[in-house]
């Protein structure tokens, strides 16, 4: 039989994976809505991240009542620390998914110039958070430390925006609004991406006790 520590672990986890898919969600409403110009979707972007924030405040609230009913020590104490470092990281990634709905509501019609790089972008986050995710439910570290070397590919891309945003201003082909609408987009995904390599980082210390590049942990 289960004792209760489990059942409330397990129950963590769970939310943890649903907290995970919000962010999901959050990142693709606010990137087809930025794409389509579909009012409703950038809504739907609004509407998951104040989801997210209730979400963080569910999340906390079960795991202070793990840390102060349950006592956990050892491994499973770092595993609900942890879980409370992550839920920052993926209330963060809410906040950016929105600014990225709010800047998308100035752009005309989706005429998202390297809109490519931007949604090739957001699908690798999208996919790193679902794998950091994925990795702690797992205790699974070398899937984390893959999430750690995806998000070199997310940087890449950001850059490759910034290259086409510079080229186009020289040849005239963009205007400077739209320009830095673009790349603020991109950056905010750029951050997405950090967050989730946090997310990956918190999860191998959570199975090792070692927190990557940090020898105070």
């Not at 209760?4 to 990137?31: F, H, P, T, W, Y």
């Not at 950038?42 to 509407?47: D, H, L």
């Not at 991109?186 to 927190?211: F, M, P, Q």
Request: proline share 0%.
């Amino acid at each position: 039989m289960r004792t209760k520590l489990d059942q409330m672990l397990e129950a963590m986890n769970v939310e943890l994976v649903d907290m995970g898919r919000m962010c999901q969600e959050a990142i693709s409403c606010a990137i087809q809505g930025m794409l389509s110009g579909d009012e409703d979707m950038t809504q739907k972007a609004f509407i998951m991240e104040r989801a997210l924030d209730e979400k963080e405040r569910e999340v906390e609230r079960l795991c202070m009542e793990l840390l102060l009913r349950q006592q956990p020590v050892a491994k499973d104490l770092r595993i609900v620390s942890v879980a409370l470092k992550m839920i920052r990281d993926m209330e963060r990634i809410g906040d950016q998914a929105a600014d990225i709905a709010e800047i998308s509501r100035h752009i005309e019609d989706g005429n998202v110039f390297g809109r490519n790089h931007v949604q090739e972008m957001a699908q690798a986050t999208i996919k790193m958070v679902t794998d950091s995710i994925s990795s702690f439910v797992r205790r699974d570290v070398e899937a984390a430390r893959k999430v750690v070397a995806d998000d070199d590919k997310v940087d890449g891309l950001f850059l490759e925006v910034r290259r086409d945003l510079v080229a186009a201003l020289a040849e005239n082909t963009v205007v400077g609004e739209s320009c830095i609408d673009i790349l603020m987009i991109a950056k905010y995904l750029e951050r997405i991406g950090d967050h989730a390599t946090n997310i990956a980082e918190w999860v191998e210390y959570s199975v090792t006790g070692v927190h990557v590049g940090d020898s105070a942990l």
